[in-house]
């Protein structure tokens, strides 16, 4: 369901046009991913259309506390949503939250959308049974500080920022709208976003959070939470390293290396992307690949324009133009678990 706001097949080519050879599917979704009928009908449809490679996310439930741990060596994590965001999975019982700490084996990470009182419980929860926690989306200052600290005494925690909780805060808003900046977690203050800067030694990874809920929808009269972010996240970060704020090195280990190992994902042989960092463009969302139709970067124009991606030995993309045919995309976590 959902597939008028994208499907693999448009949602992998918007991947490869923002540099990317790989996506890692987020389960709130209709239906949401939480057991093996929702599962293998996604891994279906990725299947048929993928044209880069891609991992599901199991999302955690109440009703699949006792199954979930089977599942896990084909899954990238266990998605767990302690607050409320887009689509039906938000786990709000302490019981259940703490019998999947206790069930989820250690060999997969658990990424966890949890903000404020949320995200200490669940560091918390990762201290205690030892468990290795992903906070998704962090966009605030107390919770740097709160992974910090986490970090510090030795839990097994890692964490990612949006591009658009770094660039974007509380004034942009009215130039935004009401619908379009409608976001989860909510854009915060210029005090916040200089905090997530001066933090990078604490962020793990750079995350899209793409989500590419259609124009129609974000100027409704309940637009959705959320933003398309996977035609305009390298793009942004790119800049930020020709403003000094980032080294390529930070680049590198936020949106390849450490996503790759904290999700345990395999290598993908032969594959790299060219990119043209002088190149300037301005951001348009109704030229997207994605379904979305927009951006809440409209119209800033930013450095940095992807040539053409290289995946497994082929040329998959060049110049506007996906050359993959639809299916080549690879599951990398089921192709690299024994059958």
Not at 66 to 88: I, N, Q, W
Not at 297 to 303: A, H, P, T, V
Request: charged fraction near 20%; proline fraction near 7%; charge should be negative.
């Amino acid at each position: 369901g959902g597939t008028h706001k994208e499907d693999f097949g448009t949602g992998t080519v918007a991947a490869l046009a923002g540099g990317f050879t790989a996506v890692l599917a987020m389960p709130n979704t209709q239906p949401p991913l939480t057991d093996f009928a929702s599962l293998e009908l996604a891994r279906s449809a990725a299947r048929a259309k993928a044209r880069c490679d891609y991992g599901l996310f199991l999302g955690a439930g109440e009703g699949n506390i006792a199954a979930a741990s089977e599942f896990a060596p084909r899954v990238c994590g266990l998605k767990v949503y302690m607050d409320h965001t887009y689509g039906p999975l938000r786990m709000q019982s302490l019981p259940a939250l703490i019998e999947h700490f206790t069930n989820w084996p250690g060999s997969r990470p658990i990424a966890c959308h949890a903000e404020g009182h949320s995200l200490a419980v669940v560091l918390t929860l990762a201290h205690l049974f030892d468990r290795r926690v992903h906070i998704c989306h962090v966009s605030l200052a107390v919770e740097i500080d709160l992974i910090r600290r986490a970090k510090e005494r030795g839990t097994q925690v890692t964490c990612e920022v949006t591009p658009h909780h770094l660039y974007l805060s509380h004034s942009d808003l009215p130039s935004l709208g009401t619908g379009r900046s409608e976001v989860r977690p909510r854009l915060a203050s210029a005090g916040d976003v200089a905090a997530l800067w001066e933090s990078l030694e604490v962020i793990d990874c750079f995350a899209t959070d793409h989500a590419p809920h259609t124009l129609q929808e974000k100027d409704g009269d309940e637009p959705p939470p959320g933003y398309p972010g996977l035609e305009t996240a390298l793009s942004l970060m790119l800049g930020a390293v020709y403003e000094g704020r980032l080294s390529m090195d930070d680049l590198v280990l936020r949106m390849h290396t450490n996503p790759r190992r904290i999700f345990d994902l395999p290598p993908q042989p032969d594959t790299r992307i060219e990119v043209d960092q002088d190149h300037v463009w301005e951001v348009r969302g109704a030229e997207f690949h994605s379904r979305s139709g927009w951006s809440p970067f409209e119209g800033m124009k930013l450095r940095g324009r992807v040539r053409r991606v290289h995946l497994r030995g082929h040329l998959v993309y060049e110049d506007g133009q996906a050359l993959a045919p639809p299916g080549y995309g690879r599951d990398l976590i089921s192709t690299s678990v024994p059958a």
